[in-house]
């Protein structure tokens, strides 16, 4: 009895083709500046459908690339906040983006598709107030990291309500775009002086939300 032949294109790897063929010319061309035309070509599908089939079209196709980032941030995040967690007294603010820039460094110095999602990302930070929102929401999923907030909260619980809002918005769109232009410029996340701008990205995104304010 002979075994029948694989099939060339199992679903599982044409959506992870897909998922692939985007974030690379999402990286490229920017989310507006790529096709669902170029994403099938690239992907080496000739059924127009396959997109729909998989995520359910295009913003679906976007969340899942989100999805599967997330997920392995998460897997390196999770742990290192739990280690965090453990030490007693407050956390400073740059604790806390170590642990959330250290993990996205790490990726993208092993894995060159983590790289082009950096260099996609800096896109997000232009993004209008209510879809950044819901971006941040997706990203911040583990209990440890709502946990570790409110244990930096005193950093910044001089400022008014509406000027800590702001801060933590645009540190965030700062961050992003940070990260981002890193990895166009220099590529993969490695070596000392990656290690010296994670902690340097740290330090500014500390400052910039826990300045004083002439705000009364």
Known sequence: MTTPAPTPDAPADTRTRLLDAAEHLFARDGF??????????????????????????????????HARRIEQIEAL?????????????????????????GAMAELAGADPGFVDYLRALGELATLPRAAFAEFIARLDIAPEGTTARRRVAHAFGHLPPATRRRRLELARRFAFTSLSHWAREEGAFTGRSARAFVDDLAQMVDAMITAPTSEG
């Open 77 to 101: 995040r999770r742990p290192r906040l739990e280690a965090l967690l453990a030490e007693p007294g407050p956390l400073a603010v740059r604790d806390l983006a170590r642990v959330q820039f």
């Open 32 to 65: 507006a500046g790529t096709s669902t035309r170029a994403i099938l070509q690239a992907a080496d599908q000739r059924n127009e459908s396959a997109l729909q089939y998989h995520f359910g079209g295009r913003n679906g196709l976007v969340a899942a690339i």
